[in-house]
């Protein structure tokens, strides 16, 4: 098994710019957006995925989760890589930005507008979480920002053999990056000073994007807008058209012994879970599969899409 903290070391060298995905809004009644994309790595590749994370504006988890057994320190030339760029919009509403920690996907419904833009985040490491359960607001927002560690934080890296001062001043080095959107009092959305650590848990706490994508946060997204934070693995909708769809993503670990395991994180199953993978019109055999495959995709599991033959 790859340890995604492992990771960080080869995607510190990469460098790609970033890009939301921005849909428009589905119907009424209506939860499923966009659809999925396959390319091809080039002959002669050198780049590792996180590479074609950034390019088509994924985290790294959301690639591995549609790409399993795929090389992510170099993908093979002529390897098919599937771009999860289709969608099951959260069961919340539509407002100002939503994050659901446990796909690592920051939503932005900007006002007026009929579309979401959807963008790829770092979450808090395993002990430092990212808040799951929340409404707040943004409360300011800052340019240039500094960094003040906790002394927690301080004595971490000191275990590691690292110095961290008490201030880090503005500027390239910070770990914030150059734009910082405050949430509540002890959070924050902000940039970064690294080319790796979207879609993995590498923050202090905070929500961490690609340098491109906290700017236009940062320019967009006003103060006192809604802030909404989930915790989502399992998203499931039925369409207009009747059709069941069930997106299942890797819960996160609930402690550090679940974080150092090799087995899977238990999925939360709540009784409207069971409804919408048990009841009328599903075939439990197919929700059964997409439960255990966790392809971070919306899978249709209604009987007539196994007659059709969609899975």
């Known amino acids: 098994m790859i340890r995604l903290s492992s990771l960080a070391l080869v995607l510190a060298a990469v460098t790609c710019s970033a890009q939301a995905v921005t849909y428009m809004l589905p119907p009424e009644g209506?939860?499923?957006?966009?659809?999925?994309?396959?390319?091809?790595?080039?002959?002669?590749?050198?780049?590792?995925?996180e590479y074609f994370a950034a390019l088509y504006g994924q985290g790294l988890s959301n690639m591995l989760e549609a790409n399993p057994g795929v090389d992510?320190?170099?993908p093979k030339a002529g390897t098919q890589l599937t771009i999860p760029q289709q969608v099951i919009l959260p069961d919340t509403v539509r407002q100002g930005v939503v994050i659901n920690v446990a796909e690592m996907?920051?939503?932005?419904?900007?006002?007026?507008?009929?579309?979401?833009?959807?963008?790829?985040?770092?979450?808090?490491?395993?002990?430092?979480?990212?808040?799951?359960?929340?409404?707040?607001?943004?409360?300011?927002?800052?340019?240039?920002?500094?960094?003040?560690?906790?002394?927690?934080?301080?004595?971490?890296?000191?275990?590691?053999?690292?110095?961290?001062?008490?201030?880090?001043?503005?500027g390239e080095d910070n770990p914030m990056g150059l734009y910082a959107i405050y949430i509540g009092k002890l959070y924050a959305i902000h940039g970064t000073n690294?080319?790796?650590?979207?879609?993995?848990?590498?923050?202090?706490?905070?929500?961490?994007?690609?340098?491109?994508?906290?700017?236009?946060?940062?320019?967009?997204?006003?103060?006192?807008?809604?802030?909404q934070l989930i915790d989502q693995p399992v998203k499931a909708t039925v369409e207009p058209d009747g059709r069941h769809w069930l997106e299942v993503h890797e819960p996160l670990s609930r402690n550090r012994a679940e974080f150092e395991?090799?087995?899977?994180?238990?999925?939360?199953?709540?009784?409207?879970?069971?409804?919408?993978?048990?009841?009328?019109?599903?075939?439990a055999?197919?929700?059964?599969?997409?439960?255990?495959?966790?392809?971070?995709?919306?899978?249709?599991?209604?009987?007539?899409?196994?007659?059709?033959?969609?899975?």
């Open 194 to 227: 690294a080319n790796f650590g979207i879609g993995l848990r590498v923050s202090q706490g905070c929500i961490r994007l690609r340098k491109d994508d906290i700017k236009y946060l940062f320019d967009n997204v006003p103060v006192g807008a809604r802030v």
């Open 285 to 311: 055999g197919m929700a059964s599969a997409a439960l255990t495959r966790r392809s971070g995709m919306p899978v249709p599991i209604s009987i007539e899409s196994r007659k059709a033959g969609q899975l």
């Open 105 to 170: 996907r920051l939503y932005y419904y900007p006002d007026q507008s009929n579309t979401v833009e959807i963008f790829p985040i770092g979450i808090g490491q395993a002990g430092r979480e990212t808040p799951r359960n929340w409404v707040t607001r943004v409360e300011r927002k800052q340019e240039a920002p500094g960094w003040t560690p906790t002394p927690n934080t301080r004595r971490e890296y000191a275990k590691e053999g690292k110095t961290l001062p008490a201030y880090v001043p503005p």
């Open 261 to 283: 395991s090799d087995k899977k994180v238990p999925l939360p199953m709540t009784s409207t879970l069971r409804d919408m993978t048990q009841g009328s019109g599903v075939d």
């Open 72 to 74: 992510p320190f170099l």
């Open 30 to 49: 209506s939860r499923l957006v966009g659809s999925p994309l396959t390319v091809s790595v080039p002959e002669g590749n050198t780049q590792p995925l």
